[in-house]
């Protein structure tokens, strides 16, 4: 048997040159799969983000435009019902009026007739829903074209009831028309046609210490046409 000539059979030997290589590929193969991840990542949380903020919106606007679809008016003489749309700068009501919606009427009250107030705390990003419906005689519209008989004329104190509907508005505005007439500070003059606009940011950052671009970054601004269909009185 003719030996094997093991000088042609030799293993090869890795360079340093050929391990810093393998060692570079192997880093940058890393890299790329780590970055793919943190980009995937990144997107989820965005997307929940944004389905968080769209849920708030919809049950913002869900509530409002219940309140509006049952407002009441009444513009005989002397039994007026009040309504007022406002666009004030910064903090203050956007809206005061009668509706039949009946959410929140005390439960002395008689019927589901309500006095609600939508009321923008802009420096909390804080919405407000105030209401009065009592069953006395210390709230009765009837006759007060001044707005409100019972709600005050600013800030969230001496209503007969409150709820906060959102912490994470950025802005509020309402724009109301009669025909295409922008109703401004006119109390005996009832709307068609309510505009809704509200900055909304993530939920989670309710109450917290955030900068203006912070806040913008994790914002969406919607928009609500609500058609409305008075009840008259």
Sequence with gaps: MKPIDTSQHHMHQVTLVELI?????????????MAIFVSMN?????????????????LLF???????QGMVVSDVSGEELAC?????????????????SGIGVDTA??????????????????????????????????????????????GTSGYNDSAV???????????????TTLIATDTTTYPDLV??????????MAGGTWTQAEIQRKMITFH???FIKRRLQ
């Design 62 to 68: 869900e509530l409002i435009s219940r309140d509006l």
């Design 195 to 204: 505009i809704l606009s509200a900055s909304i940011f993530d939920p989670e």
């Design 21 to 33: 290589t393998a060692m570079a590929v192997l880093l940058i193969l890393m890299s790329s799969l």
């Design 109 to 154: 009250a008689l019927g589901n007739l309500i006095e609600v107030g939508y009321y923008f705390d802009s420096p909390n990003h804080t919405l407000y829903r105030v209401s009065s419906a009592r069953g006395d005689a210390q709230w009765d519209p009837i006759g007060n074209t001044t707005v409100n008989a019972y709600l005050p004329d600013a």
């Design 165 to 179: 509907v959102s912490r994470t508005v950025y802005e509020f505005n309402v724009a109301a028309y009669k025909g």
């Design 84 to 100: 007022k749309f406002e666009t004030p700068s910064g903090s203050g009501y956007r809206m005061r009026f009668v509706t039949t």
């Design 224 to 226: 609500k046409k609500i």
């Design 42 to 58: 990144k997107i989820v949380v965005t997307q929940q983000d944004s389905a968080d903020v769209y849920r708030e919106q919809r």
